[in-house]
């Protein structure tokens, strides 16, 4: 049981380093690619990546797999009691939330940019409201508990918002995905370390 517990704890972080370096590895065949004018999803564009393409959408799909665990495992930050029921409700919403984007991050890989450009669009539009949908969920769970930093929560409700803002004020603002990324990741290994602070106390 300790081997699941760790690995549903650390899931999440390990998504992280294997997205970078398979990103990495996907820069290295178009190095043209860059936070002005192209979007991520352009690393798994196979007109404008021919030989990085599948470094990166196979990167995004073994991110999303890890976090899809990291996901599920949230099940381990439910309490019991009346006192347990608004951090479950925020909690529930948010596992839904980031199980769904696990499963919406892989399908902007089977559709991806330039091949399936509407259909990426779709998936990448979904993928991104998901992740605010966790983002918010977990950080109004962790702004009513009191062992955890409000700095956490504020981190998860600005990540949202700037992505909320960015993609609906502006016009193909590539700057700002490359930006909301690395927070969301940055929060993800917050919340990693302060895991063991998340679930609520039982009480009646």
Not at 38 to 53: E, K, T
Not at 92 to 118: C, H, K, S, W
Request: hydrophobic fraction near 55%; include cysteine; aromatic fraction near 18%.
């Amino acid at each position: 049981m300790k081997l699941i517990h760790y690995l549903f704890r650390y899931a999440g972080v390990m998504a992280i380093p294997v997205y970078i370096a398979l990103t990495f590895v996907s820069h290295l065949h178009n190095q043209a690619i860059n936070p002005m004018e192209y979007w991520l999803s352009d690393y798994g564009n196979p007109i404008a990546n021919p030989n990085g393409a599948v470094y990166y959408n196979v990167g995004c799909v073994i991110a999303a797999l890890l976090l899809a665990v990291f996901y599920a495992g949230m099940y381990s930050w439910y309490g019991k009691g009346r006192a347990a029921r608004r951090f479950n409700i925020s909690y529930a919403v948010a596992q839904a939330a980031g199980l769904f984007e696990a499963l919406i991050l892989i399908m902007t890989t089977v559709y991806p940019l330039g091949v399936n450009t509407e259909m990426h669009s779709i998936f990448s539009t979904a993928h991104m409201i998901a992740m605010d949908f966790f983002l918010c969920f977990t950080a109004t769970g962790f702004f009513m508990n009191r062992k955890i930093h409000k700095g956490l929560a504020v981190l998860g409700f600005a990540a949202a918002v700037f992505n909320i803002i960015t993609t609906n004020a502006f016009t193909d603002f590539y700057l700002a995905e490359w930006i909301f990324f690395p927070l969301f990741m940055v929060y993800i290994v917050l919340v990693t370390i302060n895991y063991g602070k998340i679930r609520q106390p039982s009480r009646r």
